[in-house]
Protein backbone atom coordinates (compact mmCIF):
# COMPACT_ATOMS: atom_id res chain seq x y z
CA UNK A 1 0.00 0.00 0.00
CA UNK A 2 0.82 3.24 -0.77
CA UNK A 3 -0.39 5.08 -3.53
CA UNK A 4 -3.56 7.19 -3.12
CA UNK A 5 -5.90 5.18 -5.11
CA UNK A 6 -8.91 6.18 -7.32
CA UNK A 7 -10.52 9.70 -6.67
CA UNK A 8 -13.68 9.10 -4.26
CA UNK A 9 -13.07 5.01 -3.67
CA UNK A 10 -13.76 5.23 0.20
CA UNK A 11 -16.87 6.97 -0.58
CA UNK A 12 -17.83 4.11 -2.63
CA UNK A 13 -17.04 1.67 -0.76
CA UNK A 14 -18.77 2.95 1.99
CA UNK A 15 -22.02 3.00 0.17
CA UNK A 16 -21.39 -0.26 -1.04
CA UNK A 17 -20.90 -1.27 2.66
CA UNK A 18 -24.57 0.45 3.42
CA UNK A 19 -26.47 -1.07 0.32
CA UNK A 20 -25.33 -4.13 1.39
CA UNK A 21 -25.93 -3.43 5.56
CA UNK A 22 -29.50 -2.72 4.60
CA UNK A 23 -30.14 -5.22 1.66
CA UNK A 24 -31.08 -8.64 1.27
CA UNK A 25 -28.47 -11.52 2.00
CA UNK A 26 -26.19 -12.06 -1.03
CA UNK A 27 -25.52 -15.68 -1.87
CA UNK A 28 -21.91 -14.87 -0.31
CA UNK A 29 -23.64 -14.29 2.75
CA UNK A 30 -25.15 -17.89 3.24
CA UNK A 31 -22.13 -19.56 1.41
CA UNK A 32 -19.01 -18.74 2.62
CA UNK A 33 -16.23 -21.68 3.05
CA UNK A 34 -16.29 -21.63 6.55
CA UNK A 35 -19.84 -22.90 6.85
CA UNK A 36 -18.78 -26.27 5.61
CA UNK A 37 -16.29 -26.53 8.36
CA UNK A 38 -17.77 -29.24 10.62
CA UNK A 39 -17.86 -27.18 13.82
CA UNK A 40 -17.74 -30.18 16.23
CA UNK A 41 -13.68 -30.21 14.32
CA UNK A 42 -10.31 -28.83 16.16
CA UNK A 43 -9.83 -25.40 14.55
CA UNK A 44 -6.44 -27.35 12.59
CA UNK A 45 -9.14 -29.42 11.05
CA UNK A 46 -11.72 -26.74 10.35
CA UNK A 47 -9.03 -24.83 8.22
CA UNK A 48 -8.37 -28.07 6.22
CA UNK A 49 -12.22 -28.10 5.68
CA UNK A 50 -12.30 -24.20 4.28
CA UNK A 51 -9.36 -24.99 1.96
CA UNK A 52 -10.74 -28.17 0.66
CA UNK A 53 -13.95 -26.33 0.35
CA UNK A 54 -12.15 -23.40 -1.62
CA UNK A 55 -10.16 -26.23 -3.73
CA UNK A 56 -13.32 -27.97 -4.48
CA UNK A 57 -15.48 -25.44 -5.37
CA UNK A 58 -13.41 -21.72 -6.18
CA UNK A 59 -15.93 -20.25 -4.30
CA UNK A 60 -15.75 -16.99 -2.29
CA UNK A 61 -16.26 -17.23 1.60
CA UNK A 62 -18.71 -15.27 3.29
CA UNK A 63 -16.56 -13.77 5.65
CA UNK A 64 -13.75 -14.44 8.10
CA UNK A 65 -14.58 -17.07 11.24
CA UNK A 66 -16.88 -14.89 13.53
CA UNK A 67 -16.79 -12.04 11.30
CA UNK A 68 -19.31 -10.03 9.65
CA UNK A 69 -21.71 -12.54 8.51
CA UNK A 70 -21.48 -14.36 11.49
CA UNK A 71 -22.44 -11.68 13.49
CA UNK A 72 -25.97 -11.13 11.27
CA UNK A 73 -26.08 -14.64 11.88
CA UNK A 74 -26.70 -16.05 8.16
CA UNK A 75 -23.95 -18.83 8.50
CA UNK A 76 -27.16 -21.34 8.32
CA UNK A 77 -27.03 -22.30 4.63
CA UNK A 78 -24.45 -25.07 4.26
CA UNK A 79 -23.91 -24.33 0.19
CA UNK A 80 -21.38 -22.06 -1.69
CA UNK A 81 -21.61 -19.20 -3.99
CA UNK A 82 -21.11 -20.39 -7.62
CA UNK A 83 -23.80 -22.68 -9.73
CA UNK A 84 -23.10 -26.06 -8.52
CA UNK A 85 -22.59 -24.86 -4.81
CA UNK A 86 -24.58 -27.17 -3.72
CA UNK A 87 -22.68 -30.01 -5.32
CA UNK A 88 -19.60 -29.03 -4.00
CA UNK A 89 -21.13 -28.66 -0.41
CA UNK A 90 -22.51 -32.08 -0.27
CA UNK A 91 -18.38 -33.17 -1.65
CA UNK A 92 -17.70 -31.79 1.66
CA UNK A 93 -19.73 -33.37 3.62
CA UNK A 94 -19.55 -36.72 1.52
CA UNK A 95 -15.54 -36.35 2.44
CA UNK A 96 -16.52 -35.48 6.28
CA UNK A 97 -18.38 -38.64 6.43
CA UNK A 98 -15.45 -40.45 5.14
CA UNK A 99 -13.97 -42.95 8.40
CA UNK A 100 -11.26 -41.25 10.09
CA UNK A 101 -12.84 -37.93 8.79
CA UNK A 102 -11.56 -35.14 6.29
CA UNK A 103 -8.12 -34.50 8.10
CA UNK A 104 -4.86 -34.24 6.38
CA UNK A 105 -3.53 -37.26 7.73
CA UNK A 106 -6.77 -39.44 7.24
CA UNK A 107 -6.41 -38.40 3.10
CA UNK A 108 -2.80 -39.03 3.26
CA UNK A 109 -2.49 -42.25 5.15
CA UNK A 110 -6.08 -44.33 5.29
CA UNK A 111 -7.99 -42.66 2.60
CA UNK A 112 -7.39 -44.24 -1.07
CA UNK A 113 -7.54 -41.76 -4.23
CA UNK A 114 -10.53 -43.73 -4.77
CA UNK A 115 -12.80 -43.15 -2.75
CA UNK A 116 -12.18 -39.45 -2.41
CA UNK A 117 -13.24 -39.66 -6.01
CA UNK A 118 -16.06 -41.46 -5.02
CA UNK A 119 -17.13 -38.93 -2.58
CA UNK A 120 -16.25 -35.77 -4.42
CA UNK A 121 -17.88 -38.04 -8.17
CA UNK A 122 -20.36 -34.94 -8.55
CA UNK A 123 -17.76 -32.36 -8.63
CA UNK A 124 -16.59 -31.19 -11.91
CA UNK A 125 -13.36 -32.58 -12.85
CA UNK A 126 -13.48 -34.90 -9.65
CA UNK A 127 -10.79 -37.55 -11.05
CA UNK A 128 -8.07 -34.29 -11.85
CA UNK A 129 -9.12 -33.03 -8.36
CA UNK A 130 -8.99 -36.28 -6.36
CA UNK A 131 -6.18 -37.12 -7.15
CA UNK A 132 -4.68 -33.56 -6.57
CA UNK A 133 -6.69 -33.74 -2.91
CA UNK A 134 -4.52 -36.85 -1.88
CA UNK A 135 -1.54 -35.13 -2.53
CA UNK A 136 -2.31 -31.90 -0.93
CA UNK A 137 -2.98 -33.76 2.14
CA UNK A 138 -0.04 -35.84 1.77
CA UNK A 139 2.33 -32.14 1.83
CA UNK A 140 -0.16 -30.86 4.50
CA UNK A 141 0.32 -33.98 6.47
CA UNK A 142 4.11 -33.92 6.10
CA UNK A 143 5.48 -30.40 5.58
CA UNK A 144 3.18 -28.77 7.60
CA UNK A 145 2.44 -30.74 10.77
CA UNK A 146 -0.86 -32.05 9.40
CA UNK A 147 -1.93 -27.96 9.37
CA UNK A 148 -2.39 -25.99 6.10
CA UNK A 149 0.47 -23.50 5.55
CA UNK A 150 0.27 -20.40 7.29
CA UNK A 151 1.04 -18.13 4.73
CA UNK A 152 -0.02 -17.38 0.97
CA UNK A 153 3.19 -18.45 -0.48
CA UNK A 154 3.48 -22.09 1.14
CA UNK A 155 -0.28 -22.24 0.18
CA UNK A 156 0.22 -21.56 -3.42
CA UNK A 157 2.78 -24.69 -3.14
CA UNK A 158 0.29 -26.74 -2.70
CA UNK A 159 -1.27 -28.69 -5.82
CA UNK A 160 -4.06 -26.94 -7.12
CA UNK A 161 -3.63 -24.04 -4.99
CA UNK A 162 -3.74 -20.81 -6.79
CA UNK A 163 -3.37 -16.96 -5.87
CA UNK A 164 -6.84 -16.50 -5.40
CA UNK A 165 -7.51 -19.28 -2.98
CA UNK A 166 -4.62 -18.90 -1.07
CA UNK A 167 -5.31 -15.11 0.09
CA UNK A 168 -9.18 -16.17 0.58
CA UNK A 169 -8.20 -19.31 2.47
CA UNK A 170 -5.55 -16.76 4.69
CA UNK A 171 -8.22 -14.56 5.23
CA UNK A 172 -10.86 -17.30 5.96
CA UNK A 173 -9.54 -20.17 7.66
CA UNK A 174 -6.07 -17.77 9.42
CA UNK A 175 -8.03 -14.46 10.15
CA UNK A 176 -5.31 -12.94 8.26
CA UNK A 177 -5.35 -10.10 6.03
CA UNK A 178 -2.28 -11.02 3.88
CA UNK A 179 -4.10 -9.89 0.07
CA UNK A 180 -7.18 -8.60 -0.76
CA UNK A 181 -9.24 -11.76 -2.09
CA UNK A 182 -9.99 -11.05 -6.16
CA UNK A 183 -12.04 -13.09 -7.90
CA UNK A 184 -14.67 -12.83 -11.29
CA UNK A 185 -16.65 -10.64 -9.34
CA UNK A 186 -14.20 -8.27 -7.31
CA UNK A 187 -12.40 -8.21 -10.94
CA UNK A 188 -15.84 -7.31 -12.66
CA UNK A 189 -16.54 -4.38 -10.16
CA UNK A 190 -13.21 -3.01 -9.23
CA UNK A 191 -12.88 -2.40 -13.09
CA UNK A 192 -16.40 -1.10 -13.90
CA UNK A 193 -15.80 1.42 -10.99
CA UNK A 194 -12.63 2.63 -12.89
CA UNK A 195 -10.72 1.38 -9.86
CA UNK A 196 -8.32 -0.48 -12.06
CA UNK A 197 -7.91 -0.99 -15.97
CA UNK A 198 -6.51 -5.11 -15.37
CA UNK A 199 -7.12 -7.63 -17.43
CA UNK A 200 -7.28 -10.46 -15.27
CA UNK A 201 -7.82 -10.92 -11.34
CA UNK A 202 -4.54 -11.32 -10.03
CA UNK A 203 -3.57 -7.77 -11.59
CA UNK A 204 -6.19 -5.99 -9.92
CA UNK A 205 -5.36 -7.88 -6.42
CA UNK A 206 -1.65 -6.19 -7.34
CA UNK A 207 -3.20 -2.74 -8.17
CA UNK A 208 -5.57 -2.20 -5.55
CA UNK A 209 -3.34 -3.59 -2.85
CA UNK A 210 -1.21 -0.56 -3.67
CA UNK A 211 -3.82 1.82 -2.33
CA UNK A 212 -6.56 -0.03 -0.24
CA UNK A 213 -5.59 0.25 3.73
CA UNK A 214 -4.91 -3.17 4.99
CA UNK A 215 -7.67 -3.13 7.77
CA UNK A 216 -10.12 -2.80 4.41
CA UNK A 217 -8.32 -6.11 2.93
CA UNK A 218 -10.70 -8.96 4.87
CA UNK A 219 -13.66 -7.64 4.21
CA UNK A 220 -13.44 -6.51 0.56
CA UNK A 221 -14.12 -9.69 -1.07
CA UNK A 222 -17.34 -10.61 1.08
CA UNK A 223 -18.51 -6.62 0.53
CA UNK A 224 -18.02 -7.09 -3.40
CA UNK A 225 -19.01 -10.11 -3.92
CA UNK A 226 -22.22 -9.66 -2.19
CA UNK A 227 -22.93 -6.51 -4.22
CA UNK A 228 -21.72 -7.62 -7.48
CA UNK A 229 -24.00 -11.19 -6.76
CA UNK A 230 -26.79 -8.80 -6.25
CA UNK A 231 -26.59 -5.35 -8.29
CA UNK A 232 -23.19 -6.01 -9.88
CA UNK A 233 -24.13 -9.14 -12.55
CA UNK A 234 -22.10 -10.25 -14.79
CA UNK A 235 -24.57 -9.60 -17.42
CA UNK A 236 -27.20 -6.48 -16.97
CA UNK A 237 -26.15 -4.98 -13.96
CA UNK A 238 -29.21 -3.02 -12.14
CA UNK A 239 -27.80 0.79 -12.67
CA UNK A 240 -31.26 2.28 -12.08
CA UNK A 241 -30.90 2.79 -8.81
CA UNK A 242 -27.37 2.03 -7.85
CA UNK A 243 -25.80 4.40 -4.95
CA UNK A 244 -22.35 4.57 -6.75
CA UNK A 245 -23.82 5.28 -10.16
CA UNK A 246 -22.92 8.97 -10.06
CA UNK A 247 -19.12 7.46 -9.17
CA UNK A 248 -19.52 4.85 -11.61
CA UNK A 249 -18.52 5.24 -15.83
CA UNK A 250 -20.45 2.54 -16.55
CA UNK A 251 -22.95 3.65 -14.97
CA UNK A 252 -22.82 7.36 -16.25
CA UNK A 253 -22.22 5.41 -19.55
CA UNK A 254 -19.09 6.47 -20.00
CA UNK A 255 -17.70 2.48 -20.89
CA UNK A 256 -19.40 -0.57 -21.67
CA UNK A 257 -20.24 -3.06 -18.64
CA UNK A 258 -17.58 -5.70 -19.84
CA UNK A 259 -15.01 -5.57 -22.09
CA UNK A 260 -15.87 -5.30 -25.90
CA UNK A 261 -15.41 -8.66 -27.93
CA UNK A 262 -13.28 -8.84 -30.68
CA UNK A 263 -15.51 -9.28 -34.07
CA UNK A 264 -15.20 -12.97 -34.37
CA UNK A 265 -13.83 -12.82 -38.34
CA UNK A 266 -10.76 -10.63 -36.35
CA UNK A 267 -10.47 -13.41 -34.03
CA UNK A 268 -10.72 -16.66 -36.17
CA UNK A 269 -8.12 -14.14 -38.19
CA UNK A 270 -5.80 -13.59 -35.79
CA UNK A 271 -5.76 -17.47 -34.88
CA UNK A 272 -4.74 -18.20 -38.17
CA UNK A 273 -1.49 -19.70 -38.18
CA UNK A 274 1.23 -17.52 -39.95
CA UNK A 275 2.84 -20.18 -41.83
CA UNK A 276 -0.18 -21.60 -43.13
CA UNK A 277 -1.44 -18.14 -44.19
CA UNK A 278 1.85 -17.87 -45.87
CA UNK A 279 1.54 -21.19 -47.96
CA UNK A 280 -1.88 -19.92 -48.81
CA UNK A 281 -0.24 -16.66 -50.02
CA UNK A 282 2.03 -19.19 -51.91
CA UNK A 283 -0.71 -21.35 -53.78
CA UNK A 284 -2.73 -18.14 -54.81
CA UNK A 285 0.31 -16.56 -56.21
CA UNK A 286 1.73 -19.83 -57.58
CA UNK A 287 -1.70 -19.50 -59.34
CA UNK A 288 -1.66 -16.58 -60.62
CA UNK A 289 -4.04 -14.88 -57.98
CA UNK A 290 -3.68 -12.22 -55.35
CA UNK A 291 -1.71 -10.04 -57.45
CA UNK A 292 1.37 -8.60 -56.65
CA UNK A 293 1.10 -8.59 -53.00
CA UNK A 294 0.23 -12.50 -52.69
CA UNK A 295 3.72 -12.69 -55.13
CA UNK A 296 6.01 -10.46 -52.52
CA UNK A 297 4.45 -11.94 -49.66
CA UNK A 298 5.33 -15.78 -51.33
CA UNK A 299 8.67 -14.64 -51.66
CA UNK A 300 8.85 -13.23 -48.39
CA UNK A 301 7.77 -16.54 -46.34
CA UNK A 302 6.44 -16.51 -43.12
CA UNK A 303 5.95 -13.66 -41.13
CA UNK A 304 8.40 -13.61 -37.90
CA UNK A 305 6.85 -14.27 -34.39
CA UNK A 306 7.44 -10.40 -33.48
CA UNK A 307 5.08 -9.86 -36.56
CA UNK A 308 2.58 -12.29 -36.05
CA UNK A 309 2.43 -11.16 -32.25
CA UNK A 310 2.14 -7.06 -32.65
CA UNK A 311 -0.25 -8.03 -35.54
CA UNK A 312 -2.45 -9.50 -32.76
CA UNK A 313 -2.02 -12.99 -33.48
CA UNK A 314 -0.39 -13.87 -30.00
CA UNK A 315 -0.27 -17.10 -28.36
CA UNK A 316 2.74 -19.88 -29.30
CA UNK A 317 4.98 -19.00 -31.92
CA UNK A 318 3.99 -20.75 -35.10
CA UNK A 319 6.98 -22.86 -34.78
CA UNK A 320 5.90 -24.53 -31.48
CA UNK A 321 2.50 -24.97 -32.68
CA UNK A 322 3.72 -27.13 -35.80
CA UNK A 323 5.92 -28.78 -33.52
CA UNK A 324 2.78 -30.01 -31.64
CA UNK A 325 0.91 -31.38 -34.17
S1 LIG B 1 -23.70 1.82 -11.66
FE1 LIG B 1 -24.08 -0.14 -12.64
S2 LIG B 1 -22.08 -0.85 -13.34
FE2 LIG B 1 -21.71 0.78 -11.83
S3 LIG B 1 -21.45 -0.28 -9.89
FE3 LIG B 1 -23.62 0.28 -10.06
S4 LIG B 1 -24.59 -1.53 -10.97
FE4 LIG B 1 -22.38 -1.73 -11.31
Do not use: Y
Not at 40 to 51: G, I, N, Q, T
Not at 214 to 222: G, K
Not at 244 to 273: T, W
Amino acid sequence: MGAAGPAGWQDVLNLIKAERRAGPPAPVDTAGAEVLADPAASERDKRFHVLIALFLSRWVPAATPGGRAAARGRLTDPCCSQTKDPVTAQAVRNLQALPGGLTPENLALNVSEAAIDAAIAKVGFHATKAKRMKALAQMCHEKHGGDIPPDAAQLMELPGIGPKMAFIAMNVAWGKAAGVGVDTHVHRLCNRLGWVDTKNPEKTRLAVEQWLPIEEWIDFNPTLVGFAQLRCRPIGPTCDGCPVRHRCPVGRGEKPPNPPKQPKKERNAAKEVPAKAAKKRGKAAAEGKGGVKAVKAAKAGPPSFDAFRFSGGGGRPPEKKKAKQ
